[in-house]
């Protein structure tokens, strides 16, 4: 507005990381550092309430429980991407790892699993699919528009690593069935 006097402020957070709209216009924000106790993935509404949609509150590296993604546990996070289908993406840098957040069958993140689709979860340069690969300290975060490439900035590895996405998944088991939340 043109009122000096208002103040500009739409949501408090601690530690924002990264930030993405998805297809629905709402904002999605990691929170969190290495040892904070808010390592969480925001949904904040166009009205600016904002819900958690994924992580404990506590560093570490879990992917939960499947269909619980308020059990995962993400130490720090300075990137994400959101595909057309709500799948988020996100650089777990502290853990070397890259999860993927899937909506449930309805789009709606409060049943969502976490999975870690890329790394070991040690810091190190390995190529291979999957969790065989080793990341060393994931930076940044590009995914084509059909979230079928995924590049990463291995920051400490000095690459830019480019992953079939579609190859990844398969090896994971997520085929698309969103409903499976046993992962089996």
């Known amino acids: 507005g043109t009122d000096v ?4 402020k739409f949501v408090d957070l601690t530690y924002g ?27 904040i509404a166009s009205d600016g309430t904002k819900t958690v949609i994924a992580g404990s509150g ?8 499947p269909g619980q993604p308020l059990t995962a546990n993400i130490k720090v996070s300075y990137d994400l991407k959101i595909a057309a ?5 996100l650089l777990d840098e502290g853990n070397a790892l ?4 899937v909506p449930d069958a309805y789009g709606s993140y409060k049943h969502a699993y976490v999975t870690t689709i890329i790394g070991a979860g040690v810091a190190g340069f390995a190529d291979g699919i999957g969790t065989k690969a080793k ?3 994931p930076y940044s975060l590009c995914l084509s528009s059909d979230a079928k490439t995924m590049w990463i900035g291995d920051r400490a590895n000095y690459r830019i690593r ?15 069935d969103h409903q499976d939340y046993a992962g089996t």
């Open 135 to 137: 990341l060393n300290s």
């Open 85 to 89: 289908d709500g799948t988020i993406y």
């Open 17 to 43: 990381q990264s930030m993405e709209f998805d297809t629905k216009g709402n904002l999605i924000v990691m929170t969190g550092n290495n040892t904070s106790i808010k390592n969480e993935l925001y949904l």
């Open 5 to 8: 006097t208002t103040k500009a």
């Open 162 to 176: 480019k992953v079939d996405v579609t190859t990844i998944t398969e090896q994971c088991g997520l085929s698309g």
């Open 98 to 101: 890259v999860r993927m957040i």
């Open 58 to 65: 506590v560093a570490g590296n879990s992917d939960g429980t």
